[in-house]
T-cell receptor, first 116, second 108 residues
Framework: KAGVTQTPRYLIKTRGQQVTLSCSPI?????VSWYQQTPGQGLQFLFE???????NKGNFPGRFSGRQFSNSRSEMNVSTLELGDSALYLC???????????????FGEGSRLTVL | GQNIDQPTEMTATEGAIVQINCTYQ??????LFWYQQHAGEAPTFLSY????GLEEKGRFSSFLSRSKGYSYLLLKELQMKDSASYLC?????????FGAGTTVTVRA
């Protein structure tokens, strides 16, 4: 069974640009969550999608957005990039997510974004 | 929101025992989780506690006290491959929030 796949793995952008990251969850998983990981802050929750609906959102500015497609694949977008957006962006999938989630998230390898 | 605290670093000797503490404050508590993350890799699920008490899984055990907002992860018979970051995560209000992680270094 294939794991969670994230693309691209590495990318470099400049301030003011925008970026789109993609995540393909494990087959059959309907919940996709996104996290930002930085050395000082650890894993910060961005948002969770379930059946194409954003079910929950973290405390990030509106420049961070996402969506989920009918096949459960998800994308996240960051517009008007800032230096502080440099981080590892992790996608995680689970069967149902939310309060029914037993916490067993399956993480992808992440997309490492560098903003210059 | 959630507030999760765990030590930044711990060092132990191969074969020893290490206990990683985690304290949290949250609303709508629905479980506490531990994840392991090796450098440059994705986090992997270790354990889940939703009721008070100890959950044992091989060399790893996790304990929860909901009234105290406290958990620990116990790693026994440490091996070199256990050198990693250990993340405490709390499910509250439909969100799974992570602590900053504890880097455990196992020395020969």
């Amino acid at each position: 069974k294939a794991g969670v796949t994230q693309t691209p793995r590495y990318l470099i952008k400049t301030r003011g640009q925008q970026v789109t990251l993609s995540c393909s969850p494990i087959s059959g998983h309907r919940s996709v969550s996104w996290y930002q990981q930085t050395p000082g802050q650890g894993l910060q929750f961005l948002f969770e999608y379930f059946s194409e609906t954003q079910r929950n959102k973290g405390n990030f500015p509106g420049r961070f957005s996402g969506r989920q497609f009918s096949n459960s694949r998800s994308e996240m977008n960051v517009s008007t990039l800032e230096l502080g957006d440099s981080a590892l962006y992790l996608c995680a999938s689970s069967l149902v997510g939310g309060q029914a989630n037993t916490g067993e998230l399956f993480f992808g390898e992440g997309s490492r974004l560098t903003v210059l | 929101g959630q507030n999760i605290d765990q030590p930044t670093e711990m060092t132990a000797t191969e074969g020893a025992i290490v206990q990683i503490n985690c304290t949290y404050q949250t609303s709508g508590f629905n479980g506490l989780f531990w994840y392991q993350q090796h450098a440059g890799e994705a986090p992997t699920f270790l354990s889940y506690n939703v009721l008070d008490g100890l959950e044992e899984k091989g060399r790893f055990s996790s304990f929860l006290s909901r009234s105290k907002g406290y958990s620990y992860l116990l790693l026994k018979e440490l091996q070199m491959k256990d050198s990693a970051s250990y993340l405490c995560a709390v499910m509250g209000d439909y969100k799974l929030s992570f602590g900053a992680g504890t880097t455990v270094t196992v020395r020969a």
